[in-house]
């Protein structure tokens, strides 16, 4: 994210600063980016940090957040290692597209995520659950890999919403397609961050090109029928195919409805995933919680 536009609004307090080694910072970056983090973002409410010569603010203050993505947001750039990283995979979607671009987006996809529309997909969302539910009661005393699960219950419940099941396309390849872009993210960051030629080679970087060549020609075949046979299906291709801008009425061409069904699928599969893999980490070792979470779901 470009701070320029942060810093320029910043009251002037000196912070002080955290150095992090560049080759360490590199590493982590690649094996776990949270282990990239100064510990202290996780007590402090702003750090500066300075890797390979790159200044970069990390907020942790509910207020300063909604001063630079709410009050901010027409003059806060994503930042060139975002659209290197994910870029060509998400092409201008609303993760990578900055000023008017992404905010004529936002707008006209704003309608597909009403309370109402959201309420639409629910008994989707809950039968996807339920079946992992009945999956893991099928499994007995046997050790369950819940990041695994996480995984595997977002993917499928975004091809039952996005896509109705993912008539027409290769759902297990998908899901490989998926993985295999995401992996060496970590390495095109990192490069990113050394500001090296993108032509560099890295692990994994073949199979990501390839996964992502696959991934966006399997999605444009999906909206070209359903633009041919269009049907009253309530799932996020048809919502982004009538999705309009409130104030001039443009539609998304193929190319940008396939960017942002890449940026929900890639980017709210593995964020969800995520969340919930540590909310059960969390649960597992606190009784309590967990016995006043089967509390609250008996109100439910």
Avoid: C
């Avoid at 309608?111 to 109402?116: L, V």
């Avoid at 999906?222 to 041919?228: A, N, Y």
């Amino acid at each position: 994210m470009d701070t320029k536009a942060l810093n320029d609004g910043m009251p002037k307090t000196t912070f002080p600063l955290t150095p992090q080694s560049t080759l360490g910072a590199l590493l982590a970056i690649v094996r776990n980016p949270l282990d990239a983090l100064p510990p202290s973002i996780f007590t402090e409410p702003v750090v500066f940090s300075k890797t390979a010569g790159e200044l970069k603010v990390y907020l942790a203050d509910p207020v300063l957040i909604h001063e630079a993505l709410v009050k901010n947001a027409d003059t806060l750039g994503k930042g060139d290692q975002v659209r290197r990283a994910l870029g060509p995979a998400l092409g201008q979607g609303l993760l990578t597209a900055d000023g008017s671009h992404w905010k004529w987006q936002r707008q006209s996809v704003a309608g597909a995520f009403r309370h109402d529309k959201l309420l639409e997909l629910q008994p989707t969302m809950i039968a996807v659950a339920q079946r992992t539910r009945d999956r893991w009661i099928g499994m007995g005393n046997r050790t369950i890999d819940v990041g695994h699960e996480m995984m595997r219950t977002t993917f499928d419940i975004i091809v039952e919403t996005m896509m109705s099941g993912g008539h027409g396309i290769d759902v297990e390849r998908v899901e490989k397609g998926i993985s295999d872009f995401l992996k060496p993210t970590g390495w095109t960051f990192a490069l990113g961050l050394l500001r090296a030629p993108e032509w560099i080679p890295y692990p994994g970087r073949g199979k990501a090109e390839a996964a992502v060549e696959f991934l966006r020609s399997s999605l444009l075949s999906v909206i070209e029928t359903r633009r041919k046979h269009p049907d009253d299906r309530h799932d996020l291709v048809n919502m982004l195919l009538s999705a309009a801008d409130p104030e001039t009425g443009r539609t998304m061409s193929d190319a940008e409805i396939v960017d942002n069904l890449m940026t929900f699928i890639t980017a709210g599969h593995e964020t969800t995933a995520l969340g919930l893999t540590w909310t059960y980490d969390l649960l597992g070792g606190r009784p309590r919680f967990r016995a006043e979470g089967v509390d609250v779901q008996a109100l439910i």
